[in-house]
């Protein structure tokens, strides 16, 4: 488990969480599922991640973390929209 990892379960009290994260460039950015992101709002949700990245980091966190993302497993798990619920593709014209 990596310290950004650790943090987070830690200081948030995530249940099972499951971490898609990778490195680009300088920072770090992903996704996070867990039980414990339900009924809380996107605000909430990062709000509760920055701040127990900052509380344990300080400035050292907005040098390290680019974008997360915080999901349940229902949101996570979601089937994309089924064909005939997607927008078609521009058709290009033959000349």
Known sequence: MT???EVLTRRLRLKQPQFF???D?????????SESFKGRGDLNRQLALWGALEAE???KAAKM???LIAYTPA????DPLP???QKP???VAKV
């Open 75 to 78: 949101e996570w798990d979601l």
């Open 25 to 33: 460039g300088p920072y770090i950015n992903g996704s996070i599922v």
């Open 83 to 85: 064909p005939s619920r």
């Open 57 to 59: 980091l300080g400035e």
């Open 65 to 67: 973390v680019g974008m």
């Open 89 to 91: 593709r521009a058709r």
């Open 21 to 23: 994260l990778r490195k």
């Open 3 to 5: 310290k950004l990892q």
